[in-house]
């Protein structure tokens, strides 16, 4: 085993606290990855502040360095700059996982904490440390060109907008609607505006059309507004909702995504 630092919370009401405590050695597919920066999720906070199974050392979303490599890695050297996000591992048989779609790995994918080792059935403990070890398949070279801690969060609510916008081929001609414009929407508009694709952002807030242009949309919709929610009746292709928003826009007859960390579950109105 190899030794980490990092930070636990031991119940739901204690603050986190510095522990010192096991790696695993790496097998023959890992890489281990000096951690540099950790983004913080709401989950991390749900996750330390609810009861649930502790302790926890939370982390999902992180960068950082390869530090040493399994002898069966050919894809990465010590030094190479990478990135993790939610999920570590998965079982790599089923359908989902044969075409890259891991996130819906039927026997669920490995999460990055909180999860149970598909090897030696250890929780999984989270990137709140100086160290973490992963099986290779999901570890991704990260440009170094990019501020890494501007990186580090894109691996949770980056990717789970990015992951459906590729999906369902969003581009120019594309009428992209967005439903809010906090962690995931606002990285939806951004994400969307760049592929080329329209882009309209539903607030139940006027006061934010401002800061929705801005961030790249080209139309505003305050939810509210019955007349203008019906004037766009059938006028999207496709729309984005955060995990806790649920918008209705009646009869659009489009796919609607629900997004919810790296996975995201379709609907049809």
């Known amino acids: 085993m190899r030794t980490a630092t990092g930070y636990r919370a031991v119940d739901e009401t204690a603050a986190l606290e510095r522990w010192t405590f096991d790696r695993r050695d790496l097998r023959d597919d890992d890489v281990a990855v000096r951690v540099t920066y950790c983004g913080v999720c709401h989950t991390d906070l749900h996750s330390t502040r609810n009861p649930g199974d502790f302790p926890v050392v939370p982390g999902h979303e992180f960068v950082g360095e390869v530090t040493e490599i399994g002898p069966g890695v050919t894809d990465f050297a010590v030094g190479d700059a990478v990135a993790v996000g939610n999920i570590v591992d998965s079982c790599g048989r089923c359908d989902m996982c044969t075409v890259g779609q891991e996130n819906f ?29 992963v099986r290779d398949r999901f570890v991704y070279h990260r440009p170094e060109n ?51 694709a329209e ?7 006027a006061g934010k059309a401002a800061d929705a242009k801005e961030l790249g949309a080209h139309h505003v919709v305050v939810s509210t507004d019955d007349a203008a929610m019906n004037a766009l009746a059938g006028g999207l292709d496709l729309i984005i909702l955060g995990r806790y928003l649920w918008l209705l826009l009646v009869n659009s007859g489009c796919p609607f995504l629900v997004t919810y960390k790296s996975m995201y579950f379709v609907h049809y109105l």
């Open 146 to 196: 990019l501020d890494p801690a501007a990186v580090a969060p894109l691996m949770c609510a980056g990717i789970t907008v990015w992951e459906p916008l590729r999906r369902w081929n969003v581009g120019p001609g594309v009428r992209l609607g967005v439903a809010g414009i906090g962690g995931l929407g606002h990285l939806a508009v951004k994400l969307g505006r760049a592929l080329g």
């Open 105 to 133: 790995c039927r026997e669920f994918p490995t999460l990055t904490y909180g999860g149970r080792d598909r090897h030696d059935g250890i929780t999984t403990r989270g990137a709140y440390s100086d160290e973490y070890v």
């Open 199 to 205: 882009v309209t952002v539903f607030t139940t807030s």
